[in-house]
């Protein structure tokens, strides 16, 4: 499972490259600097609130419970923002893989691979690019 959980980020953070990429500003809507600022993602375990149903379920969880960022992963996420001098700038959940993604700014001017090696000791990462 984490293997496929590795390919499967590794290929969305391709994807999306240009979310972490710098893009030019819209005029007059940025705060000076803000363009030069790297930008990493980075995974935390987002553990669904309720089982889901078997494939091919209706009736009461027809619904479901939507795509929902458990307290936890919510809560990592900060901390490990506040630890690390980040500035969240977008987030999602990927319900399929139990993962809350979030893009990332580094702010203190630290360079983006000594952050990252931090961030591949820290036990409340799953993942980060």
């Known amino acids: 499972m984490r293997a496929l959980a590795r390919l499967t980020f590794a290929w969305l953070v391709m994807a999306g490259g240009a979310l972490?990429?710098?893009?030019?500003?819209?005029?007059?809507?940025?705060?000076?600097g803000d363009a030069a600022r790297p930008r990493i993602v980075?995974?935390?375990?987002?553990?669904p609130r309720t089982?889901?149903?078997?494939?091919?379920?209706?009736g009461s969880r027809y619904g479901g419970d939507g795509y929902r960022i458990s307290q936890s992963a919510?809560?990592?996420?900060?901390r490990v923002a506040a630890d690390y001098a980040l500035r969240?700038?977008?987030?999602w959940p990927i319900r399929e893989l139990s993962m809350h993604?979030?893009?990332?700014?580094?702010t203190?001017?630290?360079?983006?691979?000594a952050v990252l090696?931090?961030?591949a000791h820290d036990t409340r990462v799953m993942l980060a690019q």
Request: one cysteine or more.
């Open 20 to 32: 972490a990429a710098p893009s030019a500003p819209e005029a007059g809507s940025a705060v000076p």
């Open 42 to 47: 980075v995974a935390f375990a987002n553990e």
């Open 51 to 58: 089982a889901p149903g078997p494939a091919g379920a209706t």
């Open 74 to 78: 919510r809560e990592q996420a900060r």
């Open 88 to 91: 969240e700038v977008a987030s």
């Open 101 to 106: 993604c979030v893009v990332f700014e580094i």
């Open 108 to 113: 203190n001017g630290r360079p983006v691979e």
């Open 117 to 119: 090696a931090a961030l």
